[in-house]
C-alpha cells in the first residue's frame, strides 16, 4: 500500500486568490492523481501526473487553471488559480500502485472553501 | 454522460444483515472495477476489486460480482456492522498505462445496530 499525505487539509481562500496544495508519498510511485469531489457530486479525475512527463488534463481542465508539478516519485502539487466560489471543492491525490492487481490510494484531501 | 452509475443515493440495513450496493455502468472498454469506502473528511479507501475476466471476488466479509453482459456490478457486505456506514463508491478502468479511475457519485450506507 501508499501512505498519502496533503497540505493543507482544509483552507478558506477568496476569491481571485490561489492555492497550491501539496501532496507526500511514503514510497515511489510512477502514477500519480488528482481528483476534485464538488459537494454531493462524484470524483472527477483533474488530471495524471507521471513523473518526467507533463501532465494530462482531462477535458474540462486546463493547465493555466490548474497547473501540477511532479518534480520526483513521491512529490506533488496542485495550484488552483485564481479562485472562483465555484472551485469550491475537496482536491485529493491518488497513485496508482499494481500489486497483484492494480489499486488506487487516496490522500485524505484537501477542503477548499472559496469566498 | 454519467458511464458508472449508483442509482441509489442511501442505503440503510440492519446490523447483521446483508448489504447489498448496486453499480452500472455504459462503456463496454472498462475492464478493471474497484469499490471505495468514504468517511467524512477522509480520503476514499480501497475495499475490493475485480477485472472482466472474473463474475466474482471475495475478500472476508465483502464480496463483488460482476455481470458483464449486463454491465452491472454489486459489492455485498455480509454481516453488515455499524462501522461499514459510510460513503460506499464504485469505480471503473479501462486499464491501459495510465488506468485512471471513472467514479460513480456513492451510496451512503447506513447500518442500523
Known amino acids: 500500500s501508499a501512505v498519502i499525505s496533503q497540505k493543507p487539509s482544509r483552507d478558506i481562500c477568496q476569491r481571485g486568490t490561489s492555492l497550491t496544495i501539496q501532496c507526500q508519498v511514503d514510497?515511489?510511485?510512477?502514477?500519480m492523481f488528482w481528483y476534485r469531489q464538488q459537494p454531493g457530486q462524484s470524483l472527477t479525475l483533474i488530471a495524471t501526473?507521471?513523473?518526467?512527463?507533463?501532465?494530462?488534463?482531462e477535458s474540462g481542465f486546463v493547465i493555466d487553471k490548474f497547473p501540477i508539478s511532479r518534480p520526483n516519485l513521491t512529490f506533488s502539487t496542485l495550484t488552483v488559480s485564481n479562485m472562483s466560489p465555484e472551485d469550491s471543492s475537496i482536491y485529493l491525490c491518488?497513485?496508482?500502485?499494481?500489486?497483484?492487481?492494480?489499486?488506487?490510494?487516496f490522500g485524505p484531501g484537501t477542503r477548499l472553501t472559496v469566498t | 454522460d454519467q458511464q458508472v452509475k449508483q442509482n441509489s443515493p442511501s442505503l440503510s440495513v440492519q446490523e447483521g444483515r446483508i448489504s447489498i450496493l448496486n453499480c452500472d455502468y455504459t462503456?463496454?472498454?472498462?475492464?478493471?472495477f474497484l469499490w471505495y469506502k468514504k468517511y467524512p473528511a477522509e480520503g476514499p479507501t480501497f475495499l475490493i476489486s475485480?477485472?472482466?475476466?472474473?463474475d466474482k471476488n471475495e475478500d472476508g466479509r465483502f464480496t463483488v460480482f460482476l455481470n458483464k453482459s449486463a454491465k452491472h456490478l454489486s459489492l455485498h457486505i455480509v454481516p453488515s456492522q455499524p462501522g461499514d456506514s459510510a460513503v460506499y463508491f464504485c469505480?471503473?478502468?479501462?486499464?491501459?498505462?495510465?488506468?485512471?479511475?471513472?467514479f460513480g457519485k456513492g451510496i451512503t450506507l447506513s447500518v442500523r445496530p
Open positions: 491518488s497513485v496508482g500502485v499494481w500489486v497483484l492487481h492494480y489499486e488506487q490510494y
Open positions: 514510497s515511489q510511485v510512477t502514477m
Open positions: 501526473a507521471n513523473q518526467g512527463s507533463e501532465a494530462t488534463y
Open positions: 462503456n463496454s472498454m472498462f475492464d478493471y
Open positions: 475485480i477485472s472482466s475476466i472474473k
Open positions: 469505480a471503473a478502468s479501462g486499464g491501459g498505462a495510465n488506468s485512471k479511475l471513472t
